[in-house]
């Protein structure tokens, strides 16, 4: 009985909201005023109701896997065997771990034949699985818990034709908080969109690099944008609007998005890995005095993180033990005589720095991410981890072996030295292979995206070769 009345219950929800888009387009169309109609805000709360009753079943099952890791794992390698197809596919009758890694031996990303690749590289932000689904989930319901008018009717604006949720959502979820329709691939549009809406509370993007991209272009096209907002193209004429975008901009960069949107709390971005730098420029300029939250952390592949405290520091993620079946590779310093074994989620140490190991059911190959992360923590049994660099990006003129991770932080205490100067990008290669010595002695040369800094003077210049070598001695080669 109790059942049947659940079952009945739930037909009249979904009937409801069935019927509630073409009356709430039908309502919006009548209304001449701003306020959204009482349709729609119905059809928010009766979403945004779902989706929490949806998000509460993802988090008991997270909490149910990461508290037995092993087992949790155990299943992931069977489904990725019992889903694969082909040749490629020789444990069709063995789900044993060990097994599973003798006969699958590690391949890098770059080995991986071309067919494998295009099949574990996401083409877009959206990927499949179940933690593309959490991430989704629980990221909005965590964001909501820490910034409760974000995800209110006409709170959230993306701003890229690429979202920062890993999965999109069905109907009538996609449309929670959005001041415009989901799916538009027009960045122009896009923004126009948001620039109309004063009450933002939170800004989405792709990722942080395109945010940079969005905000340059803001910049450089504000008074097209603004004629366009004043002739009301789209929408209605919204001369004053168009008054306070131009004045916004006259005022410089640094500020700008609170400037635009006075309401606005966070920035929500995807971190894929190579995102530090972009981040830091934007809220050192543009996003100065919001925060930014990132809901999962996706390399090659699929999502490998889910991050569920928008209020902590960026960049924690759990790594959870569903499909993609992820190992960890330890990372030691100097040269290695052997690979060392990987091991399993439960197995990971606070400090220790790995590389990630990913399998899906897609091309069943355990490769080598080239993604490293170290481990700060735990959630239940599972490691919570911090991305740090990448593998194989390393400089050696002399054999020193700089990774990525000490050149940036050299290269961010230099410019931190040089006032007015903020780090958007950079780029280092070995003379070599630019064929630029002309006869001297091996070097690097270091190319940077700078803003609120014309001309290097050989002061600043200076300043960034005594900064490098006090750093670490392998740095001297700059």
Same mark, same amino acid.
């Given at each position: ?9 739930? %037909?009249?929800?979904?009937?409801? %909201? ?27 709360? @009766?979403?945004?109701?779902? %989706? ?16 037995? @890791? ?16 082909? +040749? ?54 965590? %964001? ?27 109907? +009538? ?5 959005? @001041? ?47 004629? &366009? ?42 971190? &894929?890995?190579?995102? /530090?730098?972009?981040? /830091? ?32 520091? $960026? ?8 499909? +993609? ?7 030691? =310093?100097?040269?290695? =005589? =052997? ?32 993604? @490293? ?12 981890? $911090? ?16 990774? =990525?991770?000490?050149?940036?932080? &050299? ?49 600043? $210049? ?17």
């Amino acid at each position: 009985m109790l059942m049947l009345l659940f079952l009945l219950l739930f %037909l009249l929800l979904l009937l409801l %909201l069935l019927l509630l888009p073409p009356l709430a387009v039908l309502r919006q169309q009548q209304s001449q005023g701003p306020r959204l109609s009482w349709l729609a805000c119905l059809q928010h709360h @009766v979403a945004w109701g779902l %989706l929490c009753w949806a998000a509460a079943w993802q988090q008991r099952r997270l909490e149910q896997r990461t508290l037995y @890791v092993g087992q949790s794992q155990q299943q992931a390698l069977r489904r990725c065997l019992k889903r694969a197809q082909g +040749p490629r596919c020789p444990l069709r009758g063995s789900t044993d771990m060990s097994t599973f890694r003798n006969h699958l031996p590690l391949t890098k990303a770059s080995q991986a034949p071309e067919e494998e690749r295009e099949g574990q590289l996401p083409t877009s932000n959206q990927h499949q699985g179940e933690a593309s689904l959490q991430a989704t989930l629980l990221g909005l319901t965590a %964001l909501n818990k820490a910034y409760p008018e974000a995800l209110a009717p006409g709170g959230k604006a993306c701003v890229t034709p690429a979202s920062p949720w890993p999965q999109a959502l069905p109907w +009538p979820w996609h449309a929670l908080g959005h @001041v415009s329709p989901t799916g538009s691939k027009d960045p122009g549009a896009l923004l126009l969109e948001a620039l109309r809406s004063p009450g933002l509370r939170a800004l989405e993007a792709g990722t942080a690099v395109e945010l940079l991209d969005v905000f340059s272009g803001l910049e450089a096209n504000g008074e097209e944008l603004a004629e &366009a907002i004043a002739a009301g193209n789209p929408g209605a004429p919204l001369p004053r609007r168009a008054a306070e975008l131009l004045e916004a901009l006259e005022q410089g960069s640094r500020g700008l998005a609170l400037r635009l949107w006075p309401k606005l709390q966070v920035v929500v971005t995807l971190d &894929a890995g190579g995102q /530090a730098e972009a981040v /830091a420029a934007l809220g050192a300029l543009w996003c100065q005095g919001l925060d930014f939250f990132s809901p999962a952390y996706a390399a090659s592949g699929g999502v490998v993180g889910l991050n569920l405290w928008p209020e902590k520091p $960026r960049g924690l993620y759990v790594l959870p033990p569903g499909a +993609p079946l992820i190992e960890l590779l330890p990372v030691k =310093e100097g040269p290695q =005589e =052997e690979a060392a074994p990987t091991i399993l989620l439960a197995e990971a140490q606070k400090g220790k720095k790995y590389e990630l190991v990913l399998t899906d059911h897609a091309s069943l190959t355990r490769c080598c991410l080239g993604d @490293v992360v170290r481990v700060v923590g735990a959630y239940n049994q599972c490691p919570v981890v $911090r991305f740090i660099g990448r593998l194989g990006q390393t400089l050696s003129v002399r054999g020193e072996d700089i990774g =990525e991770d000490m050149f940036s932080e &050299a290269l961010g205490q230099a410019v931190g030295q040089w006032p007015g100067a903020k780090l958007l990008d950079h780029s280092c290669v070995e003379s070599s292979i630019l064929d630029s010595s002309g006869g001297s002695a091996p070097h690097y040369e270091v190319f940077v995206a700078l803003r609120g800094l014309r001309n290097l003077s050989e002061e600043n $210049r200076d300043k960034s070769r005594r900064m490098c070598p006090s750093l670490a001695y392998h740095l001297r080669a700059l």
